[in-house]
């Protein structure tokens, strides 16, 4: 019997691991990229070399020498044209800080250097553990360094018993004593949160998938390596939203100027940046609406500008409670110019408002109010829970909050333990076999205007008062309640 040709040959090398060569059906001899750890990963690389030049796949015939690195960049540069400029700023700056570069504190990993073809699972999850040490360091790191909070002095005050505001000018005599003593600086605590650095791995191995799959599109290389399971998403820990008291008593503590916008982004559900680019003539008081045409676009070391929504769903109109209009109308009239297109919210020096100049104005308000986890991006959380509370359909409350899917609006919805409490009454009344409301006045899980009262909750579907009918001497029985055999329902019966 004559003994069967093997395919290609796998060689040890002197550093222990393994390489793989072939010949093409041209003649041509080559190497795959990149070594091996084990025989058995050689040995399953080589099959499917085999199994790809059998089937005349010219990306394994003729290996290309790109790498990863070279690759990255050529993507970056093509993708000018189709990316919003934030976002390009965004994925060059994790480009550089996590692609580009070995990442890892104990043994750095550099996968910018490896060649695309080179690139398999093994290597990719051995960079992405990396990734993690790397990104997790930046983040203790960065928090270690923070230099926000209260200043020293009024922290100090504070802990020593002190009456003084959360913000505002500090009396000279609690300047002095602080001096007296010192002038300790405040242990200041983490902001890394509960899972340092995971948001930024998250971004990267995101970024490294996307352009992989690029290159499978360009018939570079036959299968995207970069699948990690779970790496592409980052746990965040979950965001309250506001109450309607609160989102009232954080706009009483701005400054009078950002007073209304605190109330449109809260009870609107705009963006940060959809809101401070609205202009005059994009609030329409009588109508009671505000529609969204542009959203304010931040590249570092470049000028503010003004580009369209996220999506195409972001240019909508929402209608506003017609509660806050009074407050947006004096705004108007003491801070916004004549002009159609006059900046409705801008600094003081009337300059267009930034990022970093509304995350100041917020940290001091927040304190005031005892809420020192919200940030702006809150109060768009805030405007899709309270619109959700109030009966918005999952269509509605896309549309509202201009999200083009489904999945993306309902991350803007949160439960609320009040609403849960609602629920908990409704089901008592369900119940209930006397006839009676254990609890005759259940909390409303509907929220109201700022100055709007409250409504009485609406009767359920079958509740239905006892009434006397003509020449009747006693009135209905109340339903009684049992669980039904099949289904395990609660099924009512007469």
Known sequence: MTARAVFGAIDRLPSGRFRVRYT?????????????????????VRVRVHAEVLGNNPVIAKPSAITVGQYLADYLDHAQ???????????????????LCPVGTTTPVDISTVTIQALTPGFVRTWYVALLDG??????????????GPHPARAWAMSHGFDVA????????????????????PTMPTTAGEYPGRTAAAGAYRLLRTVLMQAV?????????????????????????????????????????????????????????????????DLDLHAATVTVARTLVEVPGQ???YGPPKSAAGRRTVNLPRSILPVLAD??????????????FTTGHGNPVTASTRSGVMRRARLAIDRPDIAWHHLRHTGATLAAQAGATQAELQARIGHSTARAAAIYQHAGNDRDRA???????????????????PTDPTPTGPSTPAADPEPLPNDRADTDTAGAHHRRAPARLAFGTRRGHLAAIS
Request: cysteine-free; hydrophobic content about 35%.
């Open 135 to 148: 990104t997790r360091a930046a983040a203790l790191d960065q928090s270690g360094t923070s230099r926000r």
């Open 24 to 44: 093409a059906p041209d003649g041509t001899r080559h190497k795959v990229p990149g070594t091996f750890a084990t025989r058995q990963e050689a040995e399953a």
């Open 303 to 305: 000028p503010v500008a």
């Open 166 to 185: 959360p913000t505002g000018k500090l009396p000279t005599d609690v300047l002095d004593a602080w001096t007296a003593a010192g002038s300790p600086a």
């Open 331 to 344: 705004h108007l009239d003491q801070h916004t110019g004549t002009d159609p297109d006059a900046l409705m």
């Open 217 to 281: 599109r360009d018939g570079l290389i036959t299968a995207n390596p970069v699948h990690v399971k779970g790496a592409g998403t980052a746990p965040h820990p979950e965001r309250r939203p506001l109450t309607a008291p609160e989102v009232e008593a954080l706009a009483d503590a701005m400054p009078d100027r950002y007073r209304a916008a605190v109330l449109i982004a809260a009870w609107s559900g705009l963006r940060p940046g959809e809101a401070f680019a609205l202009r005059r003539g």
């Open 423 to 441: 629920l908990a009454d409704r089901l008592d009344q369900l119940t209930n076999t006397t006839g009676t409301t254990p609890n005759p006045s």
């Open 81 to 99: 044209a189709t990316l919003r400029p934030r976002t390009l700023d965004l994925y060059r700056r994790t480009a550089d800080s996590w692609i």
